[in-house]
C-alpha cells in the first residue's frame, strides 16, 4: 500500500513578477545643537552621518551584500546616501535618489528643532503622537501628500524591479508611512524603526505585504550604536 500523501506547512513565496524592496533606515545622524540649525536641503534637515552612523552603514552594508539587491535606491538627503555607500562599493552599482523617498517634510520644526520639541514633549509634540500626524506642526508637510508621494515612488520601483530584489535607503517617518499603507496599521504604528534597521516588503501589482520589520540582526553586539530616535 502506498504512503499516504503528506502536507508540510506551506512556506511564502513571492508571486511571479513581484518585487522585493528592503527598506533601509539610514544610520544615525549628527546630533542637533540647541541654536545651531542644520544645513538644509530644499527646506529639509540635511545632517550627515555620526560616527556611530558610520559603522552602523557599514554593518548594515555588509549584511545586504550578500541578499542578491538588483537595485539601490536613496533619497535625496544625504545621510542615506552615505548608509546606502559601503553597499554601492561593494556591489559595484551605482544609485538612483529619488526626492519621494525623502523624510516627512517638518514645516517650522525643521532644521533640527523636531528634536528639541520632542525631547522636551512641547505640547504640540504631544499632540502630534496622541492624533498620529506630522501635520499638526506648523507649516508641516499633509498626511495625504506625504502618504502619496511615498506611495508613487514605491509604485515606480516595483513597476521597474519585477522579480528582482532592491535596497531602498529611506527615513524612519517614510518607512513607517510605507508600512502603515502596507497593512492597514494606525499612521505611526510602524514609526520606530531603528537607525540602520531593514524593513520588507513584497509588492505586486497592487499588493503590498510585509514581511520582516525593524530587523538588526546585523547590529547585534554593538547595541551601544542602536539609536532609535537618530
Not at 539587491?69 to 535618489?97: K, M
Amino acid at each position: 500500500m502506498p504512503e499516504p500523501r503528506t502536507y508540510p506547512q506551506i512556506r511564502f513565496a513571492a508571486p511571479p513578477g513581484a518585487t522585493e524592496i528592503l527598506l533601509v533606515r539610514h544610520g544615525e545622524s549628527q546630533p542637533a545643537v540647541d541654536g545651531t540649525a542644520f544645513d538644509l536641503l530644499d527646506g529639509r534637515g540635511d545632517p550627515p552621518l555620526s560616527e556611530e552612523g558610520r559603522e552602523q552603514a557599514q554593518l548594515v552594508c555588509g549584511r545586504l551584500a550578500s541578499y542578491g539587491v538588483a537595485a539601490v535606491y536613496t533619497s535625496t538627503l544625504r545621510r542615506t546616501h552615505q548608509t546606502a555607500a559601503p553597499l554601492l562599493d561593494r556591489l559595484g552599482l551605482g544609485s538612483v535618489s529619488d526626492p519621494d523617498l525623502c523624510e516627512v517634510f517638518l514645516g517650522e520644526w525643521e532644521g533640527g528643532i523636531y528634536r528639541k520639541k520632542v525631547t522636551e514633549r512641547d505640547p504640540l509634540a504631544l499632540r502630534m503622537v496622541e492624533e498620529e500626524r506630522f501635520d499638526v506642526i506648523p507649516g508641516a508637510e499633509p498626511a495625504a501628500a506625504f502618504a502619496g508621494r511615498v506611495r508613487a515612488a514605491l509604485e515606480r520601483i516595483a513597476a521597474a524591479h519585477g522579480d528582482q530584489r532592491v535596497a531602498v535607503f529611506a527615513h524612519g517617518g517614510t518607512i513607517g508611512q510605507a508600512l502603515a499603507m502596507a497593512t492597514g496599521s494606525r499612521p505611526f504604528a510602524f514609526i520606530g524603526a531603528d537607525n540602520a534597521s531593514i524593513s520588507h516588503l513584497v509588492a505586486w501589482g497592487d499588493r503590498w505585504t510585509l514581511r520582516r520589520f525593524n530587523d538588526t540582526a546585523h547590529l547585534e553586539g554593538a547595541a551601544d550604536l542602536i539609536q532609535p530616535n537618530g
